[in-house]
Each structure stands twice: as structure tokens, then as C-alpha cells.
């Protein structure tokens, strides 16, 4: 059974840092592209920043500077770490995982930037 289990999301005032952990089970981690997707309220689900399992990384245009995006192998989690946080910011953000066909999503994580 896989599983993808986001944390770390939260209440964060503009110009913040938080910092989400994605913890995955029943996959072989390393193989994977792991990802995070945001979605707003009333918008699309988006992609936010992936890494592959090369360690070769991409970011949405509007997080570049801002956001990084790691992994650790050993621990089977990635990371996205969120700094100069923004309102426009504020969004469910959710874990992928991703090898050919095989694509798992988590439950996401609430973050919201406001003041």
C-alpha cells in the first residue's frame, strides 16, 4: 500500500519560511520523481517543483529563488523549503510520485500566507 504523508504546512506571515516534508512508504523511493503540486481555491492544480531521482530539479516559473526542493533517499522523503512566502502563495499542497505509469498523490497540506 502506498502511502504519501505531507506535513509541516501552517499559518505563516508574508516574507515567512515554512518548510513541508513528504514522507512515502510502500514504493521504492529512489526511483521515483517526487513532486509538489499547489492548488488554490477556484484555480487548476499546479506544478510547484519536482526532482528526479538524479537529483535533477524544476520549479514553476513563480517560485524560482524562493523555493527549494530536496530529497533524502534514506529517509524515503522529499522537502520543499518556502521562503519569501507570498499571499498569492496560499494553497493546498500536495506530494506526488511519480515512475512511468505509476503516479501517487498524498493528502496535502494547508498552507496559508496572510498577516
Known amino acids: 500500500q502506498v502511502q504519501l504523508v505531507e506535513s509541516g504546512g501552517g499559518l505563516v506571515q508574508p516574507g515567512g519560511s515554512l518548510r513541508l516534508s513528504c514522507a512515502a512508504s510502500?514504493?521504492?523511493?529512489?526511483?521515483?520523481?517526487m513532486g509538489w503540486y499547489r492548488q488554490a481555491p477556484g484555480k487548476q492544480r499546479e506544478l510547484v517543483a519536482a526532482?528526479?531521482?538524479?537529483?535533477?530539479?524544476n520549479y514553476a516559473d513563480s517560485v524560482k529563488g524562493r523555493f527549494t526542493i530536496s530529497r533524502e533517499n534514506a529517509k524515503n522523503t522529499v522537502y520543499l523549503q518556502m521562503n519569501s512566502l507570498k499571499p498569492e502563495d496560499t494553497a493546498v499542497y500536495y506530494c506526488?510520485?511519480?515512475?512511468?505509469?505509476?503516479?501517487?498523490w498524498g493528502q496535502g497540506t494547508q498552507v496559508i500566507v496572510s498577516s
Open positions: 506526488n510520485a511519480e515512475n512511468g505509469s505509476r503516479k501517487y
Open positions: 510502500g514504493i521504492i523511493f529512489s526511483i521515483y520523481t
Open positions: 526532482i528526479t531521482s538524479g537529483g535533477r530539479t
